[in-house]
């Protein structure tokens, strides 16, 4: 930064170094007047400057040479080191008129150049003004830069263009202080060469899933209702349009060909008047069964709370069973579905003339109900229901699809992991396993119609890992989602990448440090509309200390490179509290699609689905790269020796197999 500093410092001009850097710093450090006084006639005072020192009264007066010496530094050109030595002269002898009247030398001179001043100048230059060495300073450029940051910050901004506020970095985001931290170790270690296993996923569907792949295409025809064809149609032509497969055998236009031809009977006069003879008879069944339902209901009451008798043949009254029966026997014409067994449950020896009237009108209407049930039957043979789409599927084209992206990926796998791909192979692989874990993304993921018809059965039988580092997968260009659980390494893996980067066009964002103000700036602005507005942009600006003002966004929008890396780091820390921020980053990607994007974040959370980049999986270290690791941070030592020998005691490590063939 302090190289940047210097270069946009040395490129003002003279004028502008002295009024816009020179001035305003000078009156921070406390001086009450500072006069501009350059041009034709400054005679070496290109600022004067002056402020109170009690108990002396008088002021003290400065005077502030500003120069750009590169020339003299590098041509040694004599007559510029002459004019130098003049205007210095001048600023040492020559007196300044106060406001009172009265004259008055200056107490100091300051030489402020913004280059770097080489040691051979300023020998140089106090050989030649050698009486004037105990009032003469060289205040060069990286002294400037000092003091600016000492005691006027805001000047850095004009020492910066947008486009080095976003490349520039907190030692701190680069440093993941929380591993150093759980490790009690203070000296950072460049860990490049300790990285985990991949695996990669869309959606839920993860890659290792492929090796154990296995599906099932059904040959029984699938019934689609017109109120799901539209919904099918789409997920047909989803599939042909996007990876050229034809899920069915007979193509729609056949299906729907099909259909009309049924739709036509079914809507014909002669079956309309079927439906109209259908539905009049299914109406006067519903009020048949609705009048019985009612004098059941009725007749049932009356019977519960009253005892009924019928005369035996000894003269008696038999009550108690009567009734029984009785309610057994209405009860019993609901659901009876013969005639005669409906008429053997008539009772008229000697019950009450309405009782006896309500249970044989139950028989009627429930023979009645009988007999237009037999009707409708004999109708219904001769009716055209409405038709469905009947759809039948490709089965060996379907199974073949999947077995070509089990076989290309075990391949490409294999290749990797013995070190043969090259970046151009492993960014086409990665092209390619993105759209096969979206083809399978999609019938697993949604309640699609064909799932009722197509079966994938996914059965991780076991931990297969691509070998290669997280830091290769991010050089091809590519969108990613780096994913694992905690402490698995995505912080350390993004903040190394952008360490080693830094030269190029970068921008991290530690999002779990930029949230409280983020939060911040929502509750004294907008509430929850401010999250919904380029809040990437933010989260960028707000990293780098920029205030996010529409102005600074429409800079950093202008100014941000086309080829930039965009590490957001820690999505799972700032979801919860602002669950806007995925449809923005997706909305970030569609406005700007030459930037790169790596995202971060817990793999135990709900909105992995919602996520459309290509996702990468830390998975746990192999016994072999555990101890590489340990190794590494403790040098090899005694400590390390022993943290493995516990590791192992305890039998912790991963046991995972590194290639399946």
Not at 212 to 230: P, R
């Amino acid at each position: 930064m302090t190289e940047m500093y210097l270069s946009k410092l040395s490129s003002l001009k003279e004028d502008d170094f002295t009024k816009l850097i020179l001035k305003p710093l000078f009156e921070s450090m406390g001086y009450g007047r500072v006069d501009f006084h350059g041009g034709q006639y400054e005679r070496g005072r290109d600022l004067i400057a002056q402020r109170e020192v009690p108990p002396r009264k008088d002021p003290l007066i400065i005077y502030v040479q500003s120069k750009k010496v590169e020339d003299i530094q590098n041509v040694k050109e004599g007559v510029k080191f002459s004019t130098l030595m003049h205007q210095l002269r001048q600023c040492c002898f020559e007196k300044l008129k106060l406001i009172d009247g009265t004259e008055a030398r200056a107490d100091h001179i300051y030489l402020a150049c913004p280059e770097k001043i080489s040691s051979r100048l300023t020998e140089e230059i106090f050989s030649h003004l050698e009486e004037y060495k105990n009032k003469l300073t060289v205040y060069d450029g990286p002294q400037i830069i000092e003091d600016i940051k000492k005691y006027n910050p805001s000047l850095l901004g004009l020492l910066t263009s947008m486009k080095d506020k976003l490349a520039s970095y907190s030692n701190d985001y680069l440093i993941n202080s929380e591993l150093l931290s759980a490790l009690k170790n203070d000296a950072y270690v460049e860990p490049e060469r300790f990285y985990s296993d991949l695996s990669f996923f869309v959606g839920s569907i993860d890659s290792n899933c492929l090796f154990h792949l296995e599906v099932d295409v059904s040959t029984d025809e699938l019934a689609v209702s017109n109120d799901e064809w539209a919904a099918f149609k789409k997920e047909v032509m989803w599939f042909y349009n996007s990876y050229g497969l034809s899920i069915t055998s007979k193509s729609l236009n056949d299906v729907c060909h099909l259909y009309n031809q049924q739709l036509e009977k079914h809507q014909s006069s002669k079956n309309k008047m079927l439906i109209i003879d259908i539905d009049s008879l299914e109406s006067d069944i519903s009020d048949l069964q609705n009048s019985i339902k009612s004098s059941n209901d009725s007749l049932s009451a009356f019977l519960k709370g009253n005892i009924v008798g019928r005369t035996s043949a000894a003269g008696s009254k038999d009550t108690s069973e009567t009734t029984k029966e009785i309610l057994e026997s209405i009860s019993s014409v609901t659901v009876l579905e013969e005639i005669e067994n409906v008429r053997a449950t008539y009772y008229s020896a000697n019950l009450p003339t309405h009782i006896a009237k309500e249970v044989s009108n139950q028989i009627e209407w429930k023979i009645d109900i009988l007999n237009k049930q037999k009707e409708i039957n004999k109708l219904r043979k001769n009716l055209i229901p409405e038709p469905l789409y009947m759809v039948s599927f490709n089965k060996s084209e379907i199974e073949n699809k999947f077995k070509l992206i089990k076989s290309k990926y075990i391949e490409a796998v294999n290749e990797i992991n013995e070190s043969r791909a090259s970046i151009k192979k492993i960014s086409d692989f990665l092209v390619n396993i993105e759209s096969e874990l979206r083809f399978i993304s999609e019938f697993v993921d949604h309640d699609l119609l064909c799932r009722k018809r197509i079966k994938i059965r996914l059965n991780k039988r076991e931990n297969d890992r691509i070998c290669i580092s997280p830091h290769t997968i991010l050089d091809t260009g590519f969108d990613v989602a780096v994913y694992g659980g905690a402490g698995v390494g995505k912080t350390t893996t993004l903040q190394v990448y952008a360490r080693s980067k830094r030269g190029g066009d970068i921008v991290y964002v530690p999002l779990n440090r930029v949230l409280g103000k983020i939060n911040q700036y929502a509750q004294n602005y907008e509430g929850r509309d401010y999250y919904r507005h380029e809040l990437v942009f933010k989260s960028i600006l707000i990293s780098k200390d920029i205030t996010p003002t529409a102005d600074n966004i429409a800079d950093a929008k202008c100014t941000l490179p086309k080829n930039t890396v965009l590490i957001l780091d820690g999505l799972d820390e700032i979801y919860s509290s602002v669950p806007e921020i995925i449809n923005e980053i997706d909305l970030f990607k569609k406005s700007n699609p030459t930037i790169q994007i790596v995202i971060s974040s817990r793999d135990c959370v709900s909105y992995l689905k919602d996520i459309n980049f290509l996702g990468i999986t830390l998975l746990p270290f192999t016994r072999e790269q555990l101890e590489k690791f340990i190794n590494g941070w403790f040098g090899c030592n005694k400590k390390a020796s022993e943290l493995i020998n516990t590791i192992n005691e305890y039998s912790l490590f991963e046991e995972s197999v590194k290639k399946t063939v």
